[in-house]
């Protein structure tokens, strides 16, 4: 199925770009794990030895990536087609390119079709939203792959309360006729303009993998982000040590505009020790205590000057109740915005410790360009 979404949202790339108002095309070279998806330049492992302790003997791996998004829009047709490269030798042997994008046609307001793959950021359930890791988790994603539609409403004359449904088809190749694998997932989204987003995202509702979700955001406070949520079947390990059955998370930033400093932290974490296997309760136990899963991020951002952005990112994971699974990452950096319209460069310096020391350090490093940006 994959294989025929890619085609299907070419094809619908094509369509818009032949009547496109607006064209935008945005390359990123280089890598960094938070703005690519990808890996870091430079990354450097510590190596243990036979007992399992730390070295201090540091194992080297540069994965070079290039990322050329094309966005193109108009009334009826928007899409993206993105196009990502990444190579650890020159040589080709260990390099991979992939394709991604979608294209969604909107005959009127109330109602559109889309298809693709990783089009998540298109229709979210806008309360999920973790904004110290600038993401949506995969739980808090309505649509994500294959093809769908999506249905607004205003409620009011004045648009302030807004209302809008998604519901769609997703999976692999070998998926179509496996209950297990393909997923149908549906969701929603509620919103008064100036007070507070309420939102759902049921995904796998046909097979044994079924996650629900729901989530609320406060909107009535200037510069305040404020998010929370419960998850049934939590499993995207990025934002939470492991799996929980039930889960919650809590986002807030603040955005200090006459100060040009922004601060905002997660946290998501798990409601007792269960977990889901194919369906099946299971707990997490170590010498007798029950184990729950934990995550936090924080992350603050200073606007120096025009040209210069300082930010840091820490990260904390364990399983609370087991001391020697914490684990800690890092991450202080900076971006500089080049004369001329030259885009940015980004880097700074990563650390990931865990019970032993220190597991790993890289030093990411991006370049990011718009290289072309029309509108008619």
Same mark, same amino acid.
């Given at each position: ?51 399992? @302790? ?10 070079? &990536? ?12 928007? $899409? ?31 109602? @559109?079709?889309?298809? *693709? ?8 359930? @806008?309360? *999920?939203?973790?904004? $110290? ?30 209302? =809008? ?17 393909? *997923? ?7 919103? =008064? ?16 993998? %079924? ?95 025009? &040209? ?7 990260? %904390? ?25 030259? *885009? ?17 350090? $890289? ?14």
């Amino acid at each position: 199925m994959k294989k025929i979404m890619t085609v299907l949202a070419a094809s619908a790339f094509v369509c818009s770009a032949l009547s496109a108002q607006s064209i935008k095309l945005v390359n990123t070279f280089g890598g960094d794990s938070d703005n690519t998806g990808g890996s870091d330049l430079f990354v450097f492992e510590n190596q243990k030895d036979d007992d399992g @302790n730390y070295k201090d003997d540091y194992s080297n791996t540069t994965r070079v &990536s290039d990322r050329l998004q094309l966005d193109v829009s108009d009334k009826k047709f928007d $899409a993206r087609l993105r196009t990502e490269i990444a190579a650890t030798k020159l040589n080709g042997k260990e390099s991979t390119i992939r394709f991604r994008g979608y294209g969604r046609f909107k005959p009127v307001d109330q109602f @559109n079709l889309i298809a *693709g793959n990783d089009f998540f950021t298109k229709v979210p359930v @806008n309360a *999920g939203y973790l904004v $110290a890791n600038d993401d949506y988790p995969k739980y808090a994603r309505i649509l994500q792959n294959g093809f769908g539609a999506i249905s607004n409403w205003n409620l009011l004359d004045d648009g302030n309360l807004r209302l =809008s449904f998604a519901g769609g088809l997703k999976g692999t190749d070998d998926s179509i006729n496996d209950r297990d694998k393909r *997923g149908l997932d549906f969701g929603f989204n509620a919103e =008064s303009k100036d007070l507070v987003t309420i939102g759902g995202s049921f995904q796998n509702v046909m097979g044994d993998e %079924l996650s629900a979700s729901i989530f609320v955001g406060l909107k009535a406070i200037e510069n305040l982000t404020l998010n929370a949520g419960y998850i049934y079947n939590c499993t995207d390990t990025d934002f939470i040590s492991s799996s929980a059955k039930n889960a919650l998370s809590l986002s807030a930033g603040y955005n200090f505009q006459d100060l040009g400093l922004f601060l905002c932290a997660d946290v998501v974490s798990g409601i007792g020790n269960e977990y889901l296997d194919n369906g099946e309760t299971e707990k997490y136990v170590k010498d007798d205590n029950d184990l729950t899963p934990f995550q936090t991020t924080l992350r603050v951002a200073y606007k120096l000057n025009d &040209s210069v952005e300082l930010g840091a990112k820490a990260e %904390l994971s364990m399983m609370i109740g087991d001391s020697d699974s914490t684990k800690t990452e890092i991450y202080p950096n900076v971006t500089y915005g080049l004369p001329n319209n030259f *885009g940015t460069l980004s880097t700074g310096i990563r650390v990931s410790t865990d019970n032993d020391g220190i597991a790993k350090f $890289a030093i990411p490093v991006t370049w990011k360009c718009t290289l072309a940006d029309i509108k008619k």
